[in-house]
């Protein structure tokens, strides 16, 4: 099977679950950030603001996604900081934000994170 190009072919790829996860997340970067760009980055969805499209992706204040069977990662800057905040999910050494699906989206403090990492400066 191909790896999807863009992000509604990798949508198409999710359980529905996932999707709707996507879905969600993606609505409340957009409330972050209106002018977000979606793509995929390592053939997951990735999420930044145009002011910032020069500069490498590894190197861009973003938010990433990767989906699992029966949960997804965040991979976001402002995670550390929310980590305190956010207790009903789960966070990796590294401070990537793991939910489950089966948990519900704690929606102001996810668009309050998703603002923090992709403008970190506005912090």
């Not at 359980?15 to 409340?28: I, R």
């Not at 992706?57 to 995670?79: E, G, I, Y």
């Amino acid at each position: 099977m191909e790896k999807p190009s863009n992000l509604f072919e990798y949508v198409e790829t999710l359980s529905e679950q996932g999707k709707a996860y996507f879905h969600e997340l993606e609505s409340l970067i957009h409330e972050a950030d209106p002018e977000v760009r979606g793509t995929l980055f390592v053939h997951q969805p990735y999420f930044y603001a145009p002011r910032y499209e020069t500069v490498k992706f590894h190197h861009r204040p973003s938010v990433m996604m990767t989906f699992f069977k029966d949960h997804l990662n965040v991979f976001a800057q402002a995670n550390r900081k929310y980590e305190p905040l956010l207790t009903d999910y789960r966070f990796t050494e590294k401070h990537n934000m793991q939910i489950r699906y089966d948990q519900p989206l704690h929606r102001d403090l996810l668009v309050s994170l998703f603002k923090d990492s992709l403008h970190p400066e506005a912090v």
